[in-house]
């Protein structure tokens, strides 16, 4: 296998950004079951119950170790009626697929193997969309999100999958603000409560679309040249979204660290320091390698030096 790019090696010591975010139980649970403790991993899950938010989220960040794969199916061995230990195989089978070191027909398998456990269930259902995200056609991803928002209406990772790939239609017509990427994440964030994160979907519309059109050489790669974060409808969804955060922020929240970095990303780029300095704060160590990536960048050096911009601690 090829080399990366000299922009996208990870520099000596620098550690990449950890899925689990702040979630120290998840991080402890991970812990154990990469030396074969799965016990740790079953009551977290258990004290998880019906947060189903925060059950895709620990999930498929136990599933994405390659030893995980593994230890899930010990597990299942072991207690062959746990629909804990069938959802989390399904998600390292997944996790395995997307990596092409596993059978996709496999995963889906497994997915529908514990859907039919616990029904009510929308993970198995988010392992598939995140599968079909890649690999999927359109009217595969459209029926699995239909699946996870009927179990879930307000699901935070099914909901900027869907935003990721509708951002990729149609990238030879530029910046149209009619695009429906737009269209789509301005409806899910008003059928969601006021203090659902949700609120915060036209900024991950805004910059998924500049990723895919950046990719596609439609506007220029540097954020700050490509004038995609300057336009009306780009302001008023950037201060929609900060505001929501200003009067709701939800901390409680498995994903919130998500929603602070594409927020802090696109503050950044509308040249809004003040405001982005506010949420580099909030955002800690706990930064994502989303949206700072877009389009081919070391997002360790694009977050480092965004920060230090805003900070003036570079």
Known sequence: MAPPPPLLRRRRGEQPPDPALDDTELIEAREQLGQGRWT????LLARTGDDWDRRG??????????????????????EPESADAAALLACA?????????GCPDRARQSCRKAAGLVPEDPTPWLAQLLLARHLGTEDEVTQLYDQVRLRH??????????????????????????????DFAAWAAEQAPADSPLAVLPV???????????????IP????????????????????AFD????????????????LNYLAHAKFCEGRHAEAAALFHRIGPHRTAAPWSYPDRDPYQAFRAARGVVLGDA
């Open 40 to 43: 740790r991993v079953r009551s």
């Open 57 to 78: 989220h620990r999930l498929l960040v136990l599933a994405a170790p390659k030893g995980t794969l593994a230890w899930a199916k010990d597990w299942l061995i072991a």
């Open 93 to 101: 089978e997944t996790q395995a697929a997307l990596l092409g070191k």
């Open 153 to 182: 209406p307000d699901h935070h990772h099914a909901h900027h999958l869907i935003i990721a790939r509708l951002a990729e239609r149609r990238p030879d017509i530029g910046q149209d603000p009619l695009h429906e990427v737009y």
């Open 204 to 218: 991950i519309a805004h910059a998924e679309r500049y990723r895919a059109l950046a990719v596609a050489g439609q």
């Open 221 to 240: 790669a540097e954020p700050e040249l490509s004038g995609h974060w300057s336009g009306r409808r780009a302001r008023q969804a950037m201060k929609a």
């Open 244 to 259: 929501w955060w200003l009067e709701w922020e939800r901390e409680d929240h498995p994903r919130s660290r998500v929603d």
